[in-house]
């Protein structure tokens, strides 16, 4: 199988395969991390982030808006990658096992259904504030809070991507 191929197989066509792949992970007691974002404009901070919430399992699943969410969190000029594009780059990290999109605001119904071990989100969040930390934490999982670098967004990025485009248009 080729290098690309591999990237492939780790974005979930559908949440049937999805919680297939992760039963038999749990049924090897992989430990089961899951994080969630929109991941738009990939940086350096998502990928310490990524690598930084790795560490605390075996298995890393990240769950994806797709675009139609990325656009209601985000604005009318998000997202500016689409989900696939989105899709490969999170899939064609080491640190992450397997890209699951999903279509809701927040992705407690995706939470519910993976039952992760650890949900590991920025520490720009409070542990009240952090989706499905009520439910892992009932079932006996973990919430971890993953140190951001500084000054760097998705949002910041955009934001000066477009103010440059207002001015070389004018």
């Not at 310490?48 to 990240?62: M, N, Q, R």
């Not at 009318?76 to 990658?81: A, T, Y």
């Not at 064609?92 to 590991?120: G, K, M, Y």
Request: glycine letters at 4%; proline letters at 4%.
């Amino acid at each position: 199988m080729s290098v690309k191929e591999n990237i492939e197989n780790k974005i979930m066509p559908n949440m049937e395969i999805a919680l297939n792949i992760i039963s038999i992970w749990k049924n090897n007691k992989e430990k089961i991390v899951f994080t969630n974002g929109c991941f738009d404009l990939f940086h350096a901070g998502h990928a310490h982030s990524l690598a930084d919430a790795a560490k605390y399992g075996t298995k890393l699943i990240v769950g994806l808006n797709d675009d139609a969410s990325v656009h209601k969190l985000k604005g009318r000029n998000r997202p500016i990658n689409k989900l696939s594009s989105r899709a490969f780059v999170l899939a064609s990290l080491q640190a992450v096992d397997l890209v699951i999109p999903f279509s809701e605001l927040n992705p407690e119904n995706l939470i519910q259904a993976i039952i992760p071990d650890v949900l590991a989100k920025g520490s720009d969040y409070t542990l009240e504030n952090i989706v499905g930390a009520a439910f892992v934490l009932e079932n006996k999982g973990e919430v971890v809070r993953i140190p951001l670098l500084p000054d760097i967004s998705s949002t910041k990025i955009a934001d000066v991507m477009l103010k440059k485009n207002d001015q070389d248009a004018n």
